[in-house]
């Protein structure tokens, strides 16, 4: 099983080609496939986990200019090769296509969806992704400042965010209530572990769905 990120850009007609920085700033996620450039204005990679496919999938919602498809699948890499995409065959690659494609259709909402075997789990994980894209979306810079600085998990650390920036312990404790780090830290896990479960008991027969172009 594979989780597979494609992510295209939402306005590079007016903004530029901002891939090179998506692209950096996914590059520190573990990954069974690194992400890289496909075509035009559109990225794609293989996260090592579901835990790192929700991370790279709420670093593109944070930064908005995004649409964020991620498909569960198998990939099968060419003959007697590592698994590259370029020449990887398998379902995850399907999955990942139509999520974005709906991702492109969701309006005002969150630009993220999920496909895969069990359709009904995937929509279930696209849910819970779904609310964590609209915490992590609605954060201000000035909240960002502060959470860059925080690690989950971690006691005693608002003191020292404070003292980094030039703040009150209060303000950070502000901060974080405000927006709501600490119960979408809580959320994480249960969104990963939807995603693995949207693989199903097995992928369906190759039949079934065709290979993307």
């Known amino acids: 099983m594979h989780f597979v990120l494609t ?10 080609d901002l891939v090179p920085e998506l692209i950096r700033s996914l590059r520190h996620l573990p990954a069974a496939v690194p992400f890289q450039r496909t075509v035009g204005d ?3 990679g293989v996260p090592a986990d579901a835990a790192a496919a ?3 999938a709420l670093i593109a919602v944070r930064q908005r200019r995004w649409h964020v498809g ?3 699948g198998e990939l099968f890499p060419a003959e007697d090769s590592p698994l590259d995409l370029k020449d990887a065959r398998g379902h995850g690659l399907v999955y990942s296509r139509r999520a974005v494609e709906r991702a492109q259709r969701t309006g005002d909402r969150v630009p ?7 359709g009904e789990l995937a929509a279930e994980a696209e849910a819970v992704l779904r609310l ?3 915490i992590v979306a609605a954060r201000t810079e000035a909240e960002w400042k502060v959470l860059d600085l925080m690690t989950p998990g971690a006691r005693g650390q608002q003191k ?3 003292q980094e920036l030039g703040i009150t312990a209060q303000a950070v404790s502000k901060a974080v209530v405000r927006s709501h780090w600490t119960e979408e830290w809580a959320t994480r896990p249960a969104a990963a572990r939807l995603l693995g479960l949207a693989y199903g008991p ?12």
Do not use: H, K, T, W
């Open 112 to 118: 993220l969806a999920v496909d895969g075997p069990d």
């Open 7 to 16: 992510i295209n850009q939402r306005d590079s007609r007016d903004v530029g």
């Open 202 to 213: 097995a992928s369906l027969p190759p039949a079934a769905l065709p290979y993307p172009a």
């Open 54 to 56: 929700v991370d790279a």
């Open 160 to 162: 020292f965010v404070a």
């Open 42 to 44: 559109e990225a794609r």
């Open 70 to 72: 991620v498909g569960v």
């Open 132 to 134: 964590l894209g609209l």
